[in-house]
């Protein structure tokens, strides 16, 4: 039973990340790409868990971890540049 809900919630992990890879592709604005990147971080750190899971180990969720701290850093950089001009002030 839980493999079969792994393998759905794979697929539909996938189907979120093709629609974030076209929301960064053809966002009409630089905030939308911003949001679809973010989002992409968010989806592949579900990804890494769900494997994880999936293999019954724990190596996944530390990478995971890594993941998360750097999209977080790289999205309020990329904020902070568009609505400042620079990172360091």
Do not use: Q
Not at 20 to 41: C, E, F, Q
Request: charged share 10%; hydrophobic share 60%; glycine share 6%.
């Amino acid at each position: 039973m839980l493999g079969t809900v792994i393998i759905i919630v794979f697929a539909m992990l996938g189907v979120a990340l093709l629609l974030n890879v076209w929301r960064l592709i053809k966002g009409p604005s630089i905030p939308d790409r911003i949001l679809a990147l973010d989002t992409m971080y968010i989806n592949t750190i579900a990804v890494i868990v769900l494997y994880g899971v999936h293999n019954d180990t724990s190596l996944y969720f530390e990478a995971a971890l890594l993941i998360a701290m750097l999209g977080f850093v790289s999205t309020v950089a990329l904020c902070k540049y568009l609505l400042r001009g620079d990172l360091i002030e």
